[in-house]
């Protein structure tokens, strides 16, 4: 029995030690892809309506705008869209 429980425990604990790099690091607060609102007119011009361009922010990893939506259950981060439909991102260096 006692070999067992012993065998329980250690199986948690490299569990544990296995997901604990797992989780996603905070940004810190002068990160770009945390600056809300910092959008350039122009940019807030081609959005199309209905998208809350005040929560907008430009993400480093794929060079496009994302905007806050708030749902009826969660606040979850969607592509900043033309009329056309189109993502706004910026120009890529070639």
Do not use: F
């Not at 425990?9 to 544990?16: F, G, H, P, T, Y």
């Not at 604990?20 to 990160?31: E, H, I, K, L």
């Not at 807030?44 to 939506?69: F, K, N, S």
């Amino acid at each position: 029995m006692r070999v067992l429980m012993l065998k329980q425990k250690m199986m948690v604990a490299v569990v544990l030690s296995l997901t604990a790099g797992c989780a996603v690091q905070p940004t810190g607060p002068g990160d770009a892809a945390d600056q809300r609102g910092n959008v350039p007119e122009a940019v807030i011009a081609m959005a199309a309506p209905g998208q809350d361009v005040a929560t907008a922010r430009l993400v480093p990893e794929d060079g496009c705008y994302w905007y806050e939506h708030s749902g009826p259950v969660e606040t979850t981060l969607l592509p900043l869209r033309t009329a056309n439909g189109n993502p706004i991102c910026v120009a890529r260096e070639v």
